[in-house]
């Protein structure tokens, strides 16, 4: 078997050698604690906070508006928690059924204290509506949750008009941005969004570090205590070299690289969409470069990712892999089980060559006539 | 999901996949399908002479099935046709090294295989 295809970005990315090379470097020289009033303190604090910088200026804010945590995951219970805990009964949050599963089960446990949560369901493009957040709102609701891009078919959300709602109500405004940065342009300080969660390791720096944005104005409730880390927010010793990797990894992520990304989506869709009965799932206009899903109906899932085992792809979200359940955004989108379990995201990245789409292709196809020939007159049902 | 090295050979090769030809002389078929567990699985067995001379299989399903229909198939092939109502799922499950929670799946091949048998009975009735 030839040497693994890596198409998954969208689960995690390379280090870039840029910013191993920082956190390198960083290791090997600062080990001291930022919030230390020695010199050594002092160093690793000026690395944390040029660190910050970077992040600040990559999403279009101002340093002190971006808080650094463990990852997105930790972003989003901070921002949903945060924003939420203490309201409890009283508490109406808004956010999708597509939303990553941080969203979704951080959701899930203000639901257990009390909070009355309403999930609006995507359209068959995987689009949540405006109109449709719009009538999910109460005159209790504190907090709306929209995700940018959605990590398992790349469609853009129109956190524009949301952010627009929400403003309008006065409501604060969450989106989670894991998948954005590099892909699509965010430009927090001009946009209506209030908590931004962004990560690092989506965008080849390391994993472990994330970060919220926290617009002016909006006091959230610390979930993690134990010191005055963060400005009181997210309490633990800040991990230097994290940082200086995630403020590297932003300062790379141009957003100008996403045309190339765009490029090998297309041609991958171009390739894969030959393949008889391959349906492209999510909006084709409104998606990040770097994702493509698609469904080959008649492959049975759990086989076309065994038969491909020599391409690293994901069927939905890798954070929920282990789950043998059908991807919750593709059946939210009207898919059936077979075909949500039929269907393959691939995501491409900085290190994605042509000549890798080109064999990664050959390889779908191949298996896919190959698993499509094990059931010959099977029933519609595996097929629709 | 992990898989033996003898379920990824059966499932990278599968014997005895696919079909025989229509119209061939002591022909029964029988399949078994869960939409829930997204599985069906069917059965082809040419049994002449009271032996099962050929057996074939088509799956939709898990490498787990692919590989266990695929023993199941190369079981039955050679034996005698009263033997086609004694395959066990549970020793091939065994012999393949499958996980417990994929036993109902193997249900389903026993179950397209009884089918076999049935359509045998009726078979050999009409003789």
């Known amino acids: 078997m030839s040497a693994e295809i890596y198409l998954d970005y969208a689960a995690t990315s390379p280090l870039d050698p840029a910013v191993a090379a920082a956190m390198s470097d960083c290791l090997a020289r600062e080990f001291g604690n930022p919030s230390s009033q020695h010199a050594a303190g002092k160093r690793a604090r000026a690395l944390v906070e040029a660190a910050r910088a970077e992040v600040a200026a990559r999403v279009g804010t101002a340093p002190d508006r971006i808080y650094f945590t463990s990852g997105a995951t930790e972003a989003n219970n901070l921002a949903l928690k945060g924003s939420l805990a203490r309201r409890g009964a009283r508490a109406h949050l808004v956010t999708s059924t597509i939303e990553h ?284 | 999901m992990e898989y033996t090295p003898e379920v990824v050979r059966r499932f990278d090769s599968p014997r005895r996949a696919g079909e025989l030809r229509a119209g061939l002389p002591g022909l029964v078929s029988g399949e078994a399908e869960d939409r829930t567990l997204q599985v069906w699985v069917h059965f082809q067995l040419q049994v002449i002479d009271g032996v099962v001379r050929a057996a074939r299989f088509a799956a939709f399903g898990c490498p787990h099935t692919i590989a266990a229909a695929s023993r199941a198939a190369e079981w039955l092939e050679g034996r005698p046709a009263s033997d086609v109502a004694r395959l066990d799922v549970r020793a091939i499950a065994s012999e393949l090294g499958l996980p417990v929670e994929k036993l109902g799946l193997l249900l389903r091949i026993e179950d397209a295989v009884a089918a076999c048998g049935r359509a045998l009975h009726k078979y050999v009735g009409k003789d």
């Open chain 1, 101 to 384: 599963k941080s969203v979704l089960d951080a959701a899930r446990a203000l639901e257990e204290s009390g909070v009355a949560v309403t999930y609006v369901p995507a359209d068959s493009l995987g689009r949540v509506a405006p109109d449709d957040v719009a009538r999910a709102l109460r005159a209790e609701t504190a907090l709306v949750s929209i995700m940018h891009v959605n990590n398992e078919t790349g469609v853009i959300q129109d956190i524009e008009s949301i952010g627009a709602l929400c403003r309008e109500r006065g409501l604060t405004f969450h989106v989670d941005a894991a998948q954005s940065v590099g892909k699509v342009p965010l430009d927090l300080g001009a946009s209506k969004v209030d908590l931004c969660s962004l990560t690092a390791h989506k965008v080849c720096g390391p994993k472990g570090v994330g970060a919220l944005y926290v617009a002016a104005g909006v006091v959230l409730a610390p979930q993690m205590h134990g010191g005055e880390q963060e400005r009181g927010l997210r309490a633990g010793t800040v991990a230097t070299h994290q940082a200086v990797g995630m403020g590297k990894a932003y300062a790379l992520a141009d957003a100008r690289e996403a045309q190339r990304l765009a490029a090998l989506r297309d041609e991958l869709w171009r390739r894969l969409g030959a393949i008889p009965g391959a349906r492209l799932n999510g909006d084709p206009g409104r998606r990040a470069p770097h994702v493509l899903n698609v469904t080959f109906p008649g492959a049975e899932g759990e086989s076309l990712r065994l038969a491909l085992r020599d391409l690293a792809v994901s069927a939905g979200s890798a954070c929920a892999a282990d789950s043998p359940e059908a991807s919750h955004v593709l059946t939210g989108m009207g898919l059936s089980d077979a075909l949500a379990a039929s269907s393959l995201r691939f995501s491409v990245g900085r290190f994605t060559t042509e000549a890798e789409i080109e064999r990664a292709a050959e390889r779908v196809a191949a298996e896919v006539e190959r698993l499509r020939a094990l059931a010959p007159r099977s029933p519609e049902w595996c097929r629709t």
